[in-house]
C-alpha cells in the first residue's frame, strides 16, 4: 500500500485556476469512487473539501471541484482567492476496508 | 455542531504504548465511522484506522500488529492504542468522523517518543 503520488506544489495568482493531481493505481484510486480532498492549514485541523471523488460537502464553495480519469484524481480549485493557501492532501479507498493518502501538494497564492 | 478533542500524555517513551481518546460532544458517536489519522512533523497524512460505533475495526497494514482502537459509546469517546513505539512514531495525531470522507476532525495532538 504506497501513498499516492501529489506534486509537491504549485502555485497561481488569485483569480486564476489550479489544478492539483493525485496518481494512484487501479487498487485504488482507479477502483473506486472513494477518493476525498483535504485543505490543511498548519496548525488547523484539516477540512473535507471534497469526497466520492466530486461531491462537496455544505459550505465548500462550488470554486473546488473534483474529476477522476484513470488511475488519476485531480482537485481543480477556481478564482484562486489567498486564503486557498494551504496543503491539500488526496485521500483514497484502497480495498479491504483501507485508506490510503497522498504525499500532500503545498498550494502558493502568489 | 459535532465536535472532537484528543487528550492523552504529549511524551511517550520508547518501547512503552501510546494511548490517546477522543471526546465527541454535540453529537451521538451512535451510527457512524470514527478515525485516527497522524502526521508526523514536515510530513503527509497518514490513516491508522477506524471503527464503527458496534466495535468493528479496520487498521492500516502497516500498523495493524500495533493498533488497537477501541469505542466506548456510554462516553460517547474511542481511543487509540499503539504499542512498542519509537521515535518514528512522533506525529500530530488527529480523531475524526467518517471513513472514506473525515467529516469532521478535531484539533490534533503531538505525541512525542523520546526517552
Known amino acids: 500500500q504506497s501513498a499516492l503520488t501529489q506534486p509537491r506544489s504549485v502555485s497561481g495568482s488569485p483569480g486564476q485556476s489550479v489544478t492539483i493531481s493525485c496518481t494512484g493505481t487501479?487498487?485504488?484510486?482507479?477502483?473506486?469512487?472513494?477518493v476525498s480532498w483535504y485543505q490543511h492549514h498548519p496548525g488547523k485541523a484539516p477540512k473535507l473539501m471534497i469526497y466520492?471523488?466530486?461531491k462537496r460537502p455544505s459550505g465548500v464553495p462550488d470554486r473546488f471541484s473534483g474529476s477522476k480519469s484513470g488511475n488519476t484524481a485531480s482537485l481543480t480549485i477556481s478564482g484562486l482567492q489567498a486564503e486557498d493557501e494551504a496543503d491539500y492532501y488526496c485521500?483514497?479507498?484502497?480495498?479491504?476496508?483501507?485508506?490510503?493518502f497522498g504525499g500532500g501538494t503545498k498550494l502558493t497564492v502568489l | 455542531q459535532v465536535q472532537l478533542q484528543e487528550s492523552g500524555p504529549g511524551l511517550v517513551k520508547p518501547s512503552e504504548t501510546l494511548s490517546l481518546t477522543c471526546t465527541v460532544s454535540?453529537?451521538?458517536?451512535?451510527?457512524?465511522?470514527w478515525s485516527w489519522i497522524r502526521q508526523p512533523p514536515g510530513k503527509g497524512l497518514e490513516w491508522i484506522g477506524y471503527?464503527?460505533?458496534?466495535?468493528?475495526?479496520n487498521y492500516n497494514p502497516s500498523l495493524k500488529s500495533r493498533v488497537t482502537i477501541s469505542v466506548d459509546t456510554s462516553k460517547n469517546q474511542f481511543s487509540l492504542n499503539l504499542s512498542s513505539v519509537t521515535a518514528a512514531d512522533t506525529a500530530v495525531y488527529y480523531c475524526?468522523?467518517?471513513?472514506?470522507?473525515?467529516?469532521?476532525w478535531g484539533q490534533g495532538t503531538l505525541v512525542t517518543v523520546s526517552s
Open positions: 475524526a468522523r467518517g471513513s472514506t470522507a473525515a467529516e469532521r
Open positions: 471503527i464503527y460505533y458496534s466495535g468493528s475495526t
Open positions: 485521500c483514497s479507498y484502497a480495498g479491504s476496508y483501507s485508506l490510503v
Open positions: 487501479s487498487s485504488d484510486v482507479g477502483g473506486y469512487n472513494y
Open positions: 454535540g453529537g451521538s458517536i451512535s451510527s457512524y465511522y
Open positions: 466520492d471523488v466530486s
